[in-house]
Nanobody, 123 residues
Framework: QVQLVESGGGLVQAGGSLRLSCAASGSIFSISAMGWYRQAPGKQRELVAT???????TYADFVEGRFTISRDNAENTVYLQMHSLQPEDTAVYYCNAAIRVQIGVRFLVNDYWGQGTQVTVSS
């Protein structure tokens, strides 16, 4: 059983900052890519940022240098530091990870999602 648990969301004024955390736990053999997605009301879920095990990062265009994704491989944790938040950043933020699990003599890679954490930015 693998779980991703997010924390760090909340209410912040425009221009403020938040740091999201996502910890993976359970029967984990290894984790490759980890990332953050978000979904605003009435909109589709969209990619925010990803990071490989080696630390290579990608960002959505709308991030515009305001967010930084990082990870602690020893702790199976990924972070999203967000600065200069704007009302349009309001959404539920979801953690995602590609996790290899061992089942008997087999290894399977599955995509796992956290339950989401609400980020609300007031104007």
């Amino acid at each position: 059983q693998v779980q991703l648990v997010e924390s760090g969301g909340g209410l912040v004024q425009a221009g403020g900052s938040l740091r999201l955390s996502c910890a993976a736990s359970g029967s984990i053999f290894s984790i490759s890519a980890m990332g953050w997605y978000r979904q605003a009301p009435g909109k589709q879920r969209e990619l925010v940022a990803t990071i490989t095990k080696g630390g290579t990062t990608t960002y959505a265009d709308f991030v515009e240098g305001r967010f930084t994704i990082s990870r602690d491989n020893a702790e199976n944790t990924v972070y999203l530091q967000m600065h200069s938040l704007q009302p349009e950043d309001t959404a539920v933020y979801y953690c995602n990870a590609a996790i290899r699990v061992q089942i008997g003599v087999r290894f399977l890679v599955n995509d796992y999602w956290g339950q989401g954490t609400q980020v609300t930015v007031s104007s």
